[in-house]
């Protein structure tokens, strides 16, 4: 059974800094595509980051230069920094990987912005 459970976040004000970190169980990070999207309150989810199996990334236009996507192949573990952080980037950040054709999730973690 494939788990992947979200950790840190919280709430920090504009400018500053925080990280999420991604845990999974039942499946291999590192031959797969992992990335995050989010979801703001009223706001469609969105891709804010991904990692591929050869560790080419790609960032939403909005994070770029303030969020850095890595991976722990050790740990199986995916992590994305936030630094400088906006109020518009207050959402509940998910973490997801990509496997054969099919998108498994973890359940959230949110990230509250004040300004």
């Known amino acids: 059974q494939v788990q992947l459970v979200e950790s840190g976040g919280g709430l920090v004000q504009a400018g500053g800094s925080l990280s999420v970190s991604c845990a999974a169980s039942?499946?291999?990070?590192?031959?797969?595509?992992v990335g995050w999207f989010r979801q703001g309150p009223g706001k469609q989810r969105e891709l804010v980051a991904s990692?591929?199996?050869?560790?080419?990334?790609n960032y939403a236009d909005s994070v770029k230069g303030r969020f850095t996507i890595s991976r722990d192949n050790a740990k199986n573990t995916v992590h994305m920094q936030m630094n400088s952080l906006k109020p518009d980037d207050t959402a509940v950040y998910y973490c997801?990987?990509?496997?054969?054709?099919?998108?498994?999730w973890g359940r959230g973690i949110k990230v509250t912005v004040s300004s």
């Open positions: 997801y990987c990509s496997s054969h054709g099919y998108d498994y």
């Open positions: 039942g499946i291999i990070f590192s031959i797969n595509a």
């Open positions: 990692l591929t199996s050869v560790g080419s990334t």
